[in-house]
């Protein structure tokens, strides 16, 4: 199919075309086959100019998303999607992250992506869940908007509050935001709008709803801004990459405005800018959006906007840097060696391994975090990845917890160990003590840092970043951050190794 854009706007332009309607209708059922035909059918079709310009390094447009998901099920070209790397594993299925800032247009698009898959995928299921009740109801509102913009033709019966038919046999769904609800669902399409708003229930069981057919690829696409370092996009976005899903993500940079006559030197946009918007093409009116600066927070700002990173107020560790806490650094056989456990089955157990310099530097060497193991399996771990013999470890720091005896098994975890040849010693503190250990070593009052953390550590690193307090709600009373079962347990190791090690005249051992 050749471009349709001159064609469409002959029409448009002089009525008294020979069969002008009849040329028109038929392009509105006819299927674009390139990236430059699907842009131009949204404009002409829909009214919709689709931003197709990637501004900042490692972004995307919303373009690309939106030809990723269209075109996913037609073997067609998926190149030049605005994705650095997307491999074989990424176009298995058509699952896929969008991440991009407010006003965005991420729930417009996810309509067009609907509209389209209803139109030329004959028979394709398709669902819209939303993070609540009102963003499933925005996204199915502008998808009914678009049907009655001349696509009545297409439907199988009336456009119905939460459902819609099409006359091939597709068909659209709103879902509410409850397990009942969506288990039980066995459809192609699920598109998962504003995905932090998401019970983690509901998240779970939605990961079971998506089936291929012969001619259609499932797909999960999940759709958001970032809002927290440690909610569901987080998660989701951090494991896009060993799983194969693409992320398409896009800020304000790519659906802001052209600029072109305002004085860079004076715009309040301009740290963040620097000319970028000179390339745009968005939508985004530039008053706007200074307008929304001004009265955001620069951490809001950013998370929201920018899509740099999630806003950091809830944050247990907010002044942990990457950058400047996270560095190489290996073993070094002149320095004392440490190790600092924290004992799990269901949840991981996790060893650290950690040496202190001669300036006091904390230098967090390796570690290793596991599941489902038992003791056994964790000490022989523990002595093959420790890099000196076991004599030479200066001490094995754990939770004070592990010497308890369990009801099970009689003995305790600090017996098994030392059993097994690692003798462990351990001394009672606070949460909020063992916290505020760690603050000060990732920057004291005068603005030093004392700790490093090899890059080998990415559970650890993540932890660092993403441990935080409890969200609103009644356990938010507490001053004590939130057991998650997830970035808890790297921060209790370390809590117990800076507990241990600043009151080793008070650590205790016991012999058994």
Not at 79 to 92: F, M, Q, Y
Not at 163 to 186: D, M
Not at 477 to 494: N, Q, R, T
């Amino acid at each position: 199919m050749t471009d349709t854009a001159p064609l469409c706007a002959q029409i448009q332009t002089n009525p008294g075309v020979s069969h002008a309607t009849t040329i028109y209708e038929s392009l509105r059922l006819t299927r674009p086959r390139t990236r430059a035909d699907l842009r131009n059918y949204l404009k002409v079709f829909l009214g919709v100019d689709v931003p197709g310009k990637k501004i900042c390094p490692d972004h995307s447009s919303p373009l690309d998303y939106l030809w990723h998901s269209y075109s996913v099920d037609f073997g067609l070209a998926i190149a030049d999607c605005g994705l650095k790397s997307k491999g074989e594993a990424a176009i298995r299925n058509a699952d896929c992250i969008i991440w991009a800032n407010r006003a965005g247009g991420k729930t417009e698009l996810a309509a067009v992506a609907t509209l389209l898959d209803g139109l030329f995928k004959p028979h394709c299921q398709i669902r819209i869940l939303g993070g609540s009740g009102e963003q499933s109801s925005r996204m199915y509102a502008y998808l009914t908007a678009f049907l009655q913009r001349g696509f009545e033709s297409a439907l199988a019966g009336p456009i119905r509050k939460e459902k819609c038919c099409f006359a091939n046999g597709a068909a659209v769904e709103v879902l509410t935001q409850s397990a009942t609800s969506v288990r039980g669902q066995h459809v192609q399409k699920l598109r998962c709008d504003e995905v932090e708003l998401f019970d983690e229930d509901v998240f779970a069981a939605a990961k079971f709803t998506t089936l291929s057919t012969p001619q259609i690829r499932a797909g999960m696409e999940l759709i958001s801004t970032m809002h927290k370092p440690y909610g569901i996009m987080q998660r989701e976005v951090s494991a896009a990459t060993s799983v194969g899903v693409p992320v398409f993500k896009w800020c304000l940079w790519e659906t802001i405005e052209k600029c072109t006559e305002r004085n860079c030197s004076q715009c309040p946009l301009w740290d963040d800018c620097r000319g970028r918007a000179q390339g745009a093409g968005g939508y985004l009116k530039i008053d706007d959006c200074i307008a929304q600066m001004r009265r955001s927070s620069r951490a809001g700002w950013e998370a929201e906007m920018l899509c740099v990173r999630p806003s950091l107020e809830n944050v247990v560790f907010s002044e942990f840097d990457p950058d400047a806490n996270v560095k190489p650094v290996d073993y070094d056989p002149n320095l004392p060696l440490y190790r600092s456990l924290d004992f799990g089955f269901v949840n991981p157990f996790v060893c650290l391994w950690i040496q202190v310099d001669s300036d006091g530097t904390v230098r967090v060497i390796d570690e290793y975090v596991r599941s489902r193991a038992t003791i056994d399996v964790h000490a022989e771990q523990l002595k093959a990845r420790t890099p000196c013999p076991e004599e030479r470890i200066a001490a094995t720091f754990c939770d004070p917890a592990g010497a308890g005896s369990s009801d099970i098994t009689g003995t305790s975890v600090v017996r098994e160990l030392r059993a097994l040849g690692i003798p462990t010693r351990y001394r009672r503190s606070g949460i909020v003590e063992g916290v505020e250990f760690i603050r000060r070593a990732i920057r004291a009052g005068d603005g030093t840092s004392s700790l490093v953390i090899s890059p080998r550590c990415v559970r650890l690193i993540e932890a660092m970043q993403c441990y935080h307090y409890p969200d609103p709600g009644p356990a938010a009373a507490s001053e004590l951050p939130f057991k998650d079962g997830v970035y808890d347990h790297p921060i209790d190791a370390l809590r117990y190794f800076f507990a241990n090690y600043h009151h080793t005249a008070k650590t205790t051992t016991r012999r058994y």
